[in-house]
C-alpha cells in the first residue's frame, strides 16, 4: 500500500517539482540567485508574503468568528449561510476576480473602488481562501466539551474569561490548520488576483504573475527559480504552522 | 443579548462584503441581458465539448484522488515509516503551487525538449496537449483534498474497532471495508465534493497545457476565459455559473444524505 | 470488488491516453493553426473561405488562441502546428531558435506577414483628456493601460512605437528612452496580454489604452464603445504567419498562407480592421488615413535594425531597458501606489 502511495506521489506530484528544480538550477546557481534576489523578484515575493500573512489574520480572526456564530448561534438562515461558505471553492478563479472587479473596480455599484491597487490583492485573496479557517474551527467547536466552561462560569469566570482560557486554547489548533492553509493557498493565487491588482511590477506584482509572465517571456529557468522560492516559501510555512500545531497538541498525545 | 449579536453582525458583515456581494453579482450579471443570451452562450457546440471535457477529466481526477486520499490517510495515521512529515508535506503541496507552474512543469517532464520528450515523440505518444495532460494538470492540483479530510477524522477516531475486528478473526479488507470505510464515510464525501469543486474550476494549469484547441481540448474554464477574450463577458459568466451550480448540486447533494447530528 | 474498481479506474486512464495517442494520427489532412490571442474571428472567416477554394477542399483546421509568446512556447514544447500566426517577429525567431521555422521565413512572399496594423491610443468617450499626440500622454493625471513588455507582443510594440515616435521627433537615443520612462510613470495596469489590457480598460481603468488599431475595430465590432486616435507618428505592426518545418502537410500549409496573402483575403482584413497588406484593399478601409504615412516606421528601420537587436536592448529578462525602466518607475525610489 505504501508502494502504491509513493508511486502515485511521485508521477503526480513529485516528478513535476523535481523537473521544476532542475529546470531552475540550468545555467548555474549564480543565475538561480540573480533571478531569484533580482529587485523585482524580491519586491514580488515582499508583497505575495506581505498579502498572506495580512489575509491570514484576516481570515483567521473572521473565520473563527463566522465558525462560533455558525456553531453556538441561531437564525434565520443560518444553514444557507453554512452552505454559501464553501462557494469560493466551487467558483473558478478568473470568475472570481471578474465579480470582484465588477462590485470593486471603477465601475463599482456600491461606489468602492480598490481595484488596480495592493487592497485588491487582498480582497481578491480574502475570497478565495475563505472558507478555509471556517472549515477547519467549526468541527472543533462542535465537539468542544461545554462542560469545561459551565464549570469555568460556575465557578465565576466572566464570560470573556472562559472563552480565553478555555475556548481559545482549545481553537487554536484548528485555526492553525486553516490558517496554514489559507497561507499555502494565498501564497500560489494567481487566477483571481491577475484580474484584479493591476500587475504593475515592484507595486502590484505578486510572485505567480511573475512567473507567469517569465514562461510567457520564454524564460524557462528564470520562472522555475521564482517558482522554486515560492515553493520553498509555502513549504516552510506549512512545516511551521504544522510545527505550532504540534506542540499546541501534545498534551492531548500525553493524555 | 449584545455578546451574542455582536460576533453575529461582524461575521455576516463580513461574509456580505467578501463572499455573498460577488455572488449576487455573478448572478446579476448572467442574467443581465435576459435568459437568451445565456441560452445562446451554452449551446455553443464548441461550449459543449468543452464541458464534456471538464466532466470527463473530474470524473476521472476525483476518483483517483479519492483512492489514494483514503490510502494515504491510513499510512499516515496508522503507520509508521520514515520520512512521514516529507510525505504529508507533499500531499500539501499542490495547494501551494501555483497553476502556471504546475503547466511549466509538465512541460519540463513532457514537452519536446523535456525529461520524457524524445521518448515519448519516438513512440507517437501525445502528453502534452492532449487528454493526458489535462488529466496530469487536473489530478495534479486537486490531490489534497481527500487525505485532507480523511486524516484528522482518523485521527480523531482511533483505532480500537480495527483491532477489536482484527483479534475476532476479520481480513484487512474486511476490516476497511466494514469498520473503517464507513467511519471515514463523511470526511471522505466532504473531501469528493472539494476535490470536484477544484477540478471543475481548474485553469492555470490547463491553460498551458491543453494547447487550448477549440473544440478539442478547451475545459469549461479555458471556455469562460475564452469568452471574455472575445469581449462576451455575458458567456462567461453564463459557463461560470453553470460550473458553479454543478459544484453546488454536488455539494447539496452530498450535505442531504449527511445525518442530522453530524451538521453544525 | 475495491481492488477491481481501482484496476477499472487506472485501465481507463491508460485506455484515454491512448485512444488519445491514436486520434493524434488522423486520415485526412488537418491543418493545426496556432495563433495569437485577438484574430480569431477573422481566421474563422478566412478558414471557411479557404475551404470553398479547390486548394481548401476536404481539408479540416484544429484552431487555437492565446497570448502570443505562450503558443510560441507552446510549440517550442511539441503543440501540434502547421501554421504559427504570431503577433511579433520575436516569438517567430522563437521558433527559428528551436529549430521549427526556417530562418529565413522573413524572405517568403510578402515578407511572411498575414497583415499590418497600428499603434494607436483607444481613449473614453468624447476624449475628455484631449490626447492626440505622445506628448499628451504625459499630461497630469493622465492613466495610460498597457500590458506587460516582457509578456506581450502588444506592449512591446508600444514601447517601441512611443521610442520611435519621440525619434522620428528629432530626439536622441537618450531622451527617447527617457519618454519611455516618462510614459511608464503614468501606466496604471499592466496585464499579461493585449486582449487582457484592452478588457480592463473597457473595465474603466484608465484614460487612454495603448494597442493595435485591429484591437479597437475588434471591441467596436463586439458592440464596445470606443474611440481611438491615430496618433502621427505611430509604429506599422507587422503580424507574421508561417508555416512550420515538420508539419506533415508542408505544402498545404503553405498554400493555406498563400491563400491568406491573396487579394480576396486582404480584403476581409480591411473589413475586421487590420491593415491589409494588399494596396488596393488598403486603399479601400485606410484611404483616408494614407496620408499621415510619413510619421509611420517599422521594426526594420534604423533606429531600431530588426527584433533580435531590439528585444535584446529592450526586452532582455535581465539586461534590457524596460528592466531599468520599470525598476526606476515602481521601485522604492519610484511613486508608491
Given amino acids: ?215 510567457e517571456s520564454g524564460d524557462g529557468a528564470g520562472a522555475a527559480a521564482v517558482a522554486v522560492v515560492l515553493l520553498g516559501v509555502s513549504f516552510a510555512l506549512l512545516l511551521l504552522v504544522g510545527g505550532i500545531r504540534f506542540l499546541l497538541t501534545r498534551h492531548e498525545r500525553a493524555a | 443579548m449584545l455578546r451574542r449579536h455582536v460576533p453575529r453582525a461582524v461575521a455576516l458583515a463580513y461574509l456580505l462584503a467578501i463572499l455573498v456581494g460577488p455572488l449576487a453579482m455573478v448572478f446579476w450579471r448572467t442574467f443581465e441581458h435576459g435568459v437568451e443570451p445565456v441560452r445562446a452562450a451554452l449551446s455553443d457546440p464548441e461550449t459543449l465539448h468543452a464541458f464534456q471535457v471538464t466532466l470527463i477529466v473530474t470524473a476521472i481526477a476525483v476518483p483517483l484522488n479519492t483512492i489514494f486520499g483514503i490510502l494515504a490517510g491510513l499510512a499516515i495515521v496508522r503507520r509508521r515509516f520514515p520520512g512521514k512529515g516529507l510525505l504529508n508535506a507533499f500531499i500539501d503541496l499542490p495547494l501551494a503551487l501555483s497553476p502556471v507552474v504546475v503547466g511549466l512543469s509538465l512541460y519540463l517532464l513532457y514537452g519536446r525538449t523535456g525529461w520524457f520528450g524524445t521518448w515519448l515523440s519516438e513512440h507517437g505518444v501525445q502528453i502534452l496537449f492532449a487528454w493526458p495532460a489535462i488529466v496530469l494538470a487536473t489530478v495534479f492540483v486537486s490531490v489534497p483534498f481527500v487525505a485532507r479530510e480523511v486524516i484528522p477524522t482518523l485521527r480523531e477516531l482511533g483505532d480500537e474497532q480495527e483491532q477489536a475486528a482484527t483479534t475476532l478473526g476479520a481480513s484487512g479488507w474486511q476490516t476497511f471495508r466494514r469498520i473503517t470505510l464507513p467511519s471515514i464515510r463523511w470526511a471522505v464525501i466532504y473531501g469528493v465534493v472539494l476535490t470536484t469543486a477544484r477540478c471543475l474550476g481548474e485553469y492555470g494549469a490547463v491553460a498551458i497545457v491543453s494547447g487550448r484547441i477549440a473544440g478539442k481540448t478547451e475545459t469549461a474554464t479555458l471556455r469562460v476565459e475564452d469568452s471574455y477574450q472575445n469581449f462576451d463577458v455575458q458567456g462567461a459568466y453564463a459557463i461560470a455559473l453553470v460550473l458553479a451550480t454543478i459544484a453546488v448540486l454536488v455539494l447539496i447533494a452530498m450535505t442531504l444524505i449527511k445525518p442530522k447530528e453530524q451538521t453544525s | 470488488m475495491r481492488r477491481s474498481l481501482l484496476l477499472v479506474v487506472v485501465l481507463t486512464c491508460l485506455v484515454l491516453a491512448a485512444a488519445s495517442a491514436a486520434s493524434a494520427r488522423r486520415d485526412g489532412t488537418t491543418l493545426n493553426l496556432v495563433a495569437y490571442s485577438t484574430p480569431k474571428t477573422v481566421m474563422g472567416k478566412l478558414i471557411s473561405m479557404f475551404q470553398d477554394t479547390p486548394a481548401g477542399q476536404g481539408v479540416s483546421f484544429t484552431q487555437s488562441y492565446g497570448p502570443s509568446g505562450t503558443q510560441a512556447q507552446a510549440i517550442v514544447a511539441g503543440q501540434p502546428a502547421d501554421i504559427a500566426f504570431l503577433s511579433t517577429g520575436e516569438d517567430v525567431n522563437t521558433l527559428v531558435k528551436a529549430g521549427l521555422v526556417a530562418g529565413n521565413w522573413a524572405a517568403a512572399p510578402d515578407h511572411g506577414l498575414a497583415a499590418d496594423s497600428v499603434v494607436v491610443f483607444v481613449v473614453r468617450n468624447g476624449n475628455p483628456k484631449h490626447i492626440k499626440h505622445w506628448s499628451d500622454l504625459l499630461k497630469p493625471g493622465v492613466q495610460i493601460v498597457t500590458p506587460n513588455p516582457f509578456s506581450s507582443g502588444s506592449a512591446k510594440w508600444n514601447v517601441l512605437a512611443a521610442y520611435g515616435a519621440m525619434r522620428r521627433l528629432g530626439k536622441t537615443d537618450a531622451q527617447a528612452t527617457a519618454f519611455v520612462q516618462k510614459l511608464f510613470q503614468h501606466v496604471v495596469s499592466q496585464d499579461s496580454s493585449g486582449r487582457n489590457a484592452t478588457n480592463t480598460f473597457l473595465a474603466g481603468k484608465g484614460d487612454v489604452l495603448l494597442t493595435y488599431e485591429s484591437e479597437a475595430y475588434a471591441a467596436r465590432q463586439a458592440g464596445q464603445d470606443v474611440r481611438f486616435v491615430i496618433p502621427r507618428q505611430t509604429m506599422v505592426i507587422q503580424l507574421p504567419i508561417v508555416p512550420l518545418k515538420s508539419s506533415p502537410n508542408l505544402a498545404k500549409a503553405k498554400q493555406f498562407i498563400e ?79
Avoid at chain 1, 502515485?8 to 513535476?16: E, I, M, Q
Avoid at chain 1, 471603477?106 to 481578491?124: E, K, N, W, Y
Avoid at chain 1, 459551565?150 to 465557578?155: I, T
Avoid at chain 3, 527584433?307 to 508608491?336: C, N, S
Fill in chain 1, 1 to 215: 500500500m505504501l508502494g502504491t502511495i509513493t508511486a502515485y506521489l511521485t508521477v503526480v506530484v513529485a516528478l513535476p517539482i523535481a523537473a521544476l528544480v532542475w529546470e531552475s538550477k540550468r545555467h548555474g546557481g549564480h543565475t538561480f540567485w540573480e533571478v531569484v534576489s533580482s529587485p523585482e523578484a524580491m519586491a514580488a515575493l515582499k508583497l505575495t508574503l506581505g498579502a498572506a500573512l495580512l489575509v491570514a489574520l484576516l481570515n483567521g480572526f473572521f473565520g473563527t468568528v463566522t465558525a462560533w456564530v455558525l456553531v453556538r448561534d441561531d437564525f434565520r438562515g443560518k444553514s444557507l449561510v453554512n452552505a454559501v461558505i464553501d462557494l469560493p471553492f466551487a467558483l473558478p478563479t478568473i470568475v472570481a476576480g471578474l465579480t470582484l472587479l465588477a462590485l470593486y473596480g471603477p465601475r463599482s455599484p456600491v461606489g468602492i473602488d480598490v481595484a488596480f491597487t495592493r487592497a485588491a490583492i487582498v480582497l481578491a485573496l480574502c475570497f478565495v481562501t475563505l472558507p478555509f479557517v471556517v472549515r477547519t474551527v467549526q468541527p472543533v467547536l462542535h465537539e468542544l466539551d461545554r462542560e469545561m466552561e459551565e464549570a469555568a462560569r460556575s465557578l465565576g469566570a466572566t464570560e470573556t474569561a472562559a472563552f480565553r482560557r478555555i475556548v481559545l486554547p482549545n481553537l487554536l489548533p484548528g485555526i492553525l490548520s486553516g490558517v496554514a492553509l489559507v497561507l499555502a493557498r494565498a501564497v500560489g493565487e494567481i487566477g483571481a488576483v491577475v484580474i484584479i491588482s493591476g500587475n504593475l511590477p515592484y507595486r502590484t506584482e505578486v510572485s505567480s504573475v511573475l512567473v507567469m509572465n517569465r514562461v
Fill in chain 3, 259 to 337: 491563400f491568406v496573402q491573396s487579394p480576396a483575403a486582404q480584403d476581409v482584413f480591411g473589413q475586421y480592421g487590420f491593415r491589409p497588406l494588399d494596396k488596393k484593399a488598403l486603399q479601400k478601409y485606410f484611404g483616408t488615413q494614407l496620408s499621415v504615412k510619413p510619421g509611420q516606421f517599422t521594426i526594420a528601420d534604423k533606429m531600431f535594425g530588426g527584433w533580435p537587436k531590439v528585444d535584446k536592448t529592450w526586452f532582455d529578462p535581465t539586461h534590457g531597458r524596460m528592466v531599468g525602466i520599470e525598476q526606476k518607475v515602481g521601485g522604492p525610489t519610484g511613486p508608491t501606489q
